[in-house]
């Protein structure tokens, strides 16, 4: 069994900057692409950024430049650095990992979500 715990959300102001980080735990043998998507009330979840196992990184256009996805693989964690943040980044934010366990199952994992509010 493996979890994703989110942290790091909240509210902010224009042009703030936030950190949000996942964690995860239980049967994990290595962990392959990371990535964090986000969603809007009314709107489809979309892809913000990901990063694969050789740290290569792909970014949503309206991210680019802005958000600095990371990954530390000695602690299972994924990150994201948000700055210069707009009111439209206003979303659920979570993560997702592509995992495989210690009998070589492989599968996508999500997290809970956490909210991150951008005041103007």
């Known amino acids: 069994q493996v979890q994703l715990v989110e942290s790091g959300g909240g509210l902010v102001q224009a042009g703030g900057s936030l950190r949000l980080s996942c964690a995860a735990s239980?049967?994990?043998?290595?962990?392959?692409?990371m990535g964090w998507y986000r969603q809007a009330p009314g709107k489809q979840r979309e892809l913000v950024a990901t990063?694969?196992?050789?740290?290569?990184?792909h970014y949503a256009d309206s991210v680019k430049g802005r958000f600095v996805i990371s990954r530390d693989n000695t602690k299972n964690t994924l990150y994201l650095q948000l700055n210069s943040l707009k009111p439209e980044d206003t979303c659920v934010y979570y993560c997702?990992?592509?995992?495989?366990?210690?009998?070589?199952?492989?599968?996508?994992?999500w997290g809970q979500g956490t909210q991150v509010t951008v005041s103007s």
């Open positions: 997702a990992m592509t995992i495989r366990n210690r009998v070589y199952y492989v599968a996508d994992y």
């Open positions: 990063i694969t196992s050789s740290g290569s990184t």
């Open positions: 239980g049967d994990i043998f290595s962990i392959n692409a």
